[in-house]
């Protein structure tokens, strides 16, 4: 008596093909999160940037540090080229943040305030990655004292 075996051999490469099939998947959703997760360090990164390139024009200029800001406190600033300098600052950033998002501009905001009673200069940048529902907010804060 003969056992027939047809099929058998068919059987054990679809179900291999199924199982690698499964480990490619895996791997692919590895690489996508690699991805994203180097996009948002690249974004924190620029932030940084962003935010120390300001400090340091402050920190050259402490007594325009009102200058550096969306609203100058009354009295803070009477420097124009401070104004100027802080105007040309936030649109590079604005463009940067916003580029590097794959966002459009109003997904980014880049602030500046002064409180005069604490000499704190605040400066935060907040964007949001193409896809994502989710905020990312930098901020900094730091003595302007002269």
């Not at 994203?36 to 920190?59: C, G, H, I, K, Y």
Request: hydrophobic fraction near 40%.
């Amino acid at each position: 008596m003969k056992k027939s075996n047809t099929g058998s051999s068919l059987l054990e490469p679809l179900i291999s093909i199924c199982i690698l099939s499964f480990g490619l998947l895996g791997l692919a959703h590895f690489q996508l999160n690699m991805f994203a997760q180097n996009a948002d360090a690249r974004m924190r990164f620029n932030a940084t940037s962003l935010t120390e390139e300001l400090l340091s024009q402050v920190r050259v200029d402490p007594a325009n540090a009102g200058c550096y800001t969306d609203n100058p406190p009354a009295g803070s600033c009477s420097y124009q080229p401070a104004l100027q300098s802080y105007s040309d600052w936030k649109a590079a950033a604005m463009t940067t943040m916003g580029s590097l998002a794959g966002s459009e501009k109003s997904k980014v905001s880049v602030a500046s305030s002064l409180d005069t009673a604490t000499n704190a200069l605040t400066v935060q940048l907040k964007w949001s990655t193409k896809g994502s529902v989710d905020s990312r907010v930098h901020t900094v804060v730091t003595d302007v004292r002269s």
